[in-house]
Each structure stands twice: as C-alpha cells, then as structure tokens.
C-alpha cells in the first residue's frame, strides 16, 4: 500500500491545501516477479480530500478494507463464487503521510524536516 497527498491546483500561496487529495494505492504480492514493476499492477484503493483525513484520520478512511483479512471479497468466477482474503503486508508512504500514520507533527517549517537523516 502506498499513500501520497497531491495537490491538484497550483501548491502555493493562499490555495495551497484547498484542492488536496490523499490517494491509496495498492499492489498485490502474489503476482509473477515480472507484473511487479508494470504500472498497470498499481490499483487505486482509496481517493479522498485530505481535509477529511486530517478530520477524522486516517485509520477512518482505511478501515473499509480491513474487511479482506476477516471476510475477504467474493468473486465471480465461471458462474462460481469465489472468496478471497488478503492482509496488508507493507505500507510505503512519504515524509509527510509517515508522520501522520504514527501521530507525529507534520509541519516541516521548523527544526528537523526528517526524523531519519535529521537534516535542518
């Protein structure tokens, strides 16, 4: 799972965060090595204003599919249903998406910009 904020309008002066959008991606692990790298193995899980995540969180916006690990998804197949489970295996994210997932500030204007390479 992959998670980004984008802006959508130009990202600066005063719409800056007006027209933000957070999107989810995702990527099957149980695919062939060589789908892995096509772009079309990327699917759109979730896309939502930013407004709201920062609103009710992001544990909110996901926990629609929390469903595939306890009650899977059922797909027709030959006239034949079919359920599948999956669970997440990792999540990848920026600076900024990492920061929320864990509860930390998210503002970069001041002091560290990084928690990893603690740059200035």
Not at 67 to 87: P, W, Y
Request: hydrophobic residues 40%.
């Amino acid at each position: 799972m992959y998670i980004d904020d984008l802006e959508l309008c130009k990202p600066l002066g005063c719409a800056k965060k007006k027209h933000s959008i957070t999107a989810v991606y995702f990527q099957l692990g149980n695919v062939e090595q060589k789908h892995l790298s096509a772009l079309r193995s990327v699917l759109v899980a979730c896309i939502t204003k930013s407004a709201y995540v920062r609103k009710y969180g992001l544990d909110k916006v996901l926990e629609r599919f929390v469903f595939l690990q306890s009650e899977g998804i059922q797909v027709n197949i030959d006239r034949a249903f079919k359920t599948f489970f999956g669970s997440l295996a990792t999540v990848s994210v920026d600076n900024l998406a990492s920061h929320d997932i864990g509860g930390f500030w998210g503002c970069f204007n001041s002091g560290r910009i990084c928690r990893f390479c603690m740059a200035s």
